[in-house]
């Protein structure tokens, strides 16, 4: 085949695959380059993510509190993690649209003769060529800076997806904590009924009637029918909470502590400048209303300005022309024809007016959120020291004057059975209005964007 190609065309074929291989090494070099980035980070991070596993675990055993399990679910939760990829992903994406687009290769041939289909120093015209497109002025850089802006707004996402993995957290360990702490309200009724069962059996020996006996029976068998069923609950509780901090969901856990708040230390005005300021979805709103900014700059400029086209090419030496040769040429959009762009222009102004009303909805809701939680964990408050400071006190008092009577002989077995169920009524539903109360704290910093103050430990709980 050099015969019919001739010298010229060797030359030519061996440019061509000169070209062609360095190509092909300068993609395979980058590409090894970012494989190997890839993979040292992503050892990296596995790396960080064994490390103090056996600690949390030695924690996680011992006496647990709310923090303790909202911060274990959060570092184990992939939710954040994938706000946080997308935001890098959009990052990357921004610094390949500021760049120019691809050049484009270009090789014609023409005019070869069809009876001679191999004889290309015959033809018409081979060129080479490389082709540049030049975007609108200012374009690629407005779009460029509206991925960054939406790589700002998937980075509050992920503090979005973070305070709901709080919040879950939170309000799954008071569920736990809830059912730990009424079975231990009825633990304790059931030690003292078991007292008075033997009190009747002692009296009913000197003479005493069996209905006594027989009532404080039927009482523990009630007492050990709610003792089965909260048991049953205290293990889906500590089940559910597992399966959230991503272990086994038999794994053991710790007994939970409990929190008691005698109120929300913090104003009204105090939370809603906090949630302002520290709410995700504001910042999200603000990142999407900047990009759709940017993405109307960008628009304005293509429907202004025209898309140039540069090229220069090279005319090998065949047929008619002995001579190497080359040429230029150049040619450009028309967007004030026929409104495409024109149109995309007035969307993409539509589309930040809507941002504009979604960042002022956004304030609103923030409102409500607040004010409502805030409200709640108040009047919760409220009821939860009236139980805990009249209520309790009064329905044990009760019960105490009834116990003295019955030892006296003076009080029926009954009057006592009913008093006690009634301090027990009282200790579960103070137990129960400190739950709704601890879950009113959750929402309360779930609406804020923010932990409340530390408060003091109150010691008064529901222990008798």
Known sequence: ????????????????????????????????????????????????????????????????????????????????????????????????????????????????????????????????????????????AARAEALRHEARARMAMAGSSARDVRREAGLTFVDYA?????????????????????AAGARQAGGGTLADVASAHAELALLEAELASQSAGVEAGRERLNVLLRRDVSAPLGDPLWGAHAEAAIS??????????????????????DARRAELRAD????????????GLYFAPVGAMPEHGYGVSASMSLPWLWGAARHKRDAER???????????????????????????????????AVLHERALPASLRAADAVRVGYQSGRTELARILEAERRVLEVRTDLVRTRAELERALVDLEWAMGARLPPQTRDPRGAAR
Do not use: C
Not at 182 to 196: C, W
Not at 271 to 279: I, K, M, N, V
């Open 1 to 140: 085949m050099s015969d019919v190609y001739g010298e010229k065309g060797q030359r030519l074929r061996v440019s061509a695959r000169g070209l062609l291989l360095g190509f092909v090494a300068f993609a395979v070099v980058q590409g090894q380059s970012r494989s190997a980035l890839a993979e040292a980070g992503e050892g990296a991070r596995s790396g960080s993510a064994r490390a103090g596993g056996a600690p949390r675990e030695l924690l996680l055993r011992g006496p647990l509190d709310r923090r303790l399990a909202e911060r274990t679910a959060l570092e184990q939760h992939p939710a954040v993690r994938v706000e946080l990829s997308r935001a890098l992903a959009l990052e990357r994406r921004a610094r390949s649209e500021s760049a120019l687009p691809p050049p484009e290769l270009m090789a014609e041939l023409w005019q070869v003769p069809l009876e001679r289909p191999y004889a290309v120093d015959d033809a018409g015209m081979l060129m080479l060529g490389l082709r540049q497109k030049l975007p609108a002025p200012g374009a690629r």
């Open 268 to 289: 009204s005005a105090a939370a809603l400048r906090t949630a302002r300021q520290q709410r995700p979805e504001q910042n999200v709103a603000r990142a999407e209303r």
């Open 178 to 198: 809830e059912a730990f702490e009424l079975r231990k309200v009825t633990l304790e009724q059931q030690q003292l009924l078991g007292k008075l069962r033997a």
């Open 300 to 311: 304005e400029r293509e429907a202004s300005w025209p898309e140039f086209s540069l090229a």
């Open 350 to 384: 539509a589309s930040l007016e809507a941002a504009e009303r979604a960042r002022q909805a956004v304030d609103l809701a923030i409102l409500r959120d607040v004010t409502s939680a805030l409200s709640k964990v108040r009047a919760l408050a409220a009821r939860s």
